[in-house]
């Protein structure tokens, strides 16, 4: 990880060196926000009950040396909680710190990140402190399976029957937790993989129709696995820019100790820009 940090930088001061080709400043951004209440599967959740979750996610594409793509994700997860009788409170937050990079060829991506996250339980006391972990992650996808290019996918197409299929699969080493600054603390796993399937029924109209299919496994150090496994109804109104509009969320199945959703649905509204 220490590698990645230092390429990171030297291809920063590289953009500024003399004699540096093909290589310019970008500063793009994208992601997504959204704004959820779980309308399903109270009694399996005691901290979600009735549960609301909104989320913040931008990715921001700095500049790009020979094709290579220097980028970030920053983002965060708000997770309110209503028990029977008192008022909403906030439960916990997630968050997520990730430089990275991609490389792109065709219709498909290729994509390197140093990921950082954290859980902070705010309703109860954390005696041993948060959970974070360090991982590092690469993964492979066609570009429609991402939020930059999902747009692209239906921008340009009226009343169509698209019918397309989009991909992307991930792996991730997670540094052993040591209580360190690079380590991470209060967790056991040791690798994960992840992956996200997208079908993109069609537009009607100035409406966009599509699914998602993820799934997501943890290994820990002891062997033993998590797993979660959720689907996604998507109905979003075109913008000229930006889409917005209604999801659908189900949890089919989750095992997942640090953040558990198993048997939950939600219906939220989502903005992707």
């Avoid at 056991?188 to 409406?207: A, N, P, V, W």
């Amino acid at each position: 990880m220490r590698i990645f940090l230092i390429s990171y930088c030297l291809a920063v001061i590289s953009l500024f060196l003399p004699g540096t080709s093909a290589c310019g400043l970008i500063m793009h951004t994208h992601g997504h926000i959204t704004i959820a209440p779980y309308i399903h599967g109270f009694n399996n959740s005691k901290h979600l009950y009735p549960g609301y979750r909104s989320e913040f996610m931008t990715h921001v594409d700095f500049f790009s040396i020979k094709g290579v793509i220097f980028n970030s994700l920053l983002g965060t997860t708000t997770l309110i909680s209503k028990p029977d009788g008192e008022q909403l409170k906030m439960d916990r937050i997630r968050y997520t710190l990730t430089p990275g990079l991609r490389y792109e060829f065709g219709d498909f991506l290729l994509k390197g990140t140093l990921h950082h996250e954290c859980i902070h339980r705010i309703s109860s006391p954390e005696f041993k402190g948060s959970i974070w972990w360090n991982s590092f992650q690469v993964g492979v996808g066609t570009k429609g399976a991402y939020y930059l290019y999902l747009r692209e996918e239906f921008k340009n197409s009226i009343n169509k029957f698209l019918n397309a299929w989009d991909a992307q699969l991930n792996f991730g080493y997670i540094v052993p937790a040591k209580n360190t600054l690079v380590s991470g603390q209060n967790h056991d796993y040791q690798y994960e993989l992840f992956s996200l399937i997208r079908y993109e029924l069609g537009t009607f109209g100035k409406y966009a129709y599509f699914a998602s299919f993820r799934q997501h496994l943890w290994g820990k150090s002891d062997d033993s696995p998590e797993h979660k496994i959720d689907i996604t109804l998507n109905l979003f109104r075109k913008g000229t820019v930006n889409f917005a509009g209604l999801f659908y969320n189900y949890t089919i199945y989750d095992t997942f100790s640090l953040d558990n959703y198993d048997g939950l649905s939600s219906l939220g509204f989502k903005i992707i820009f």
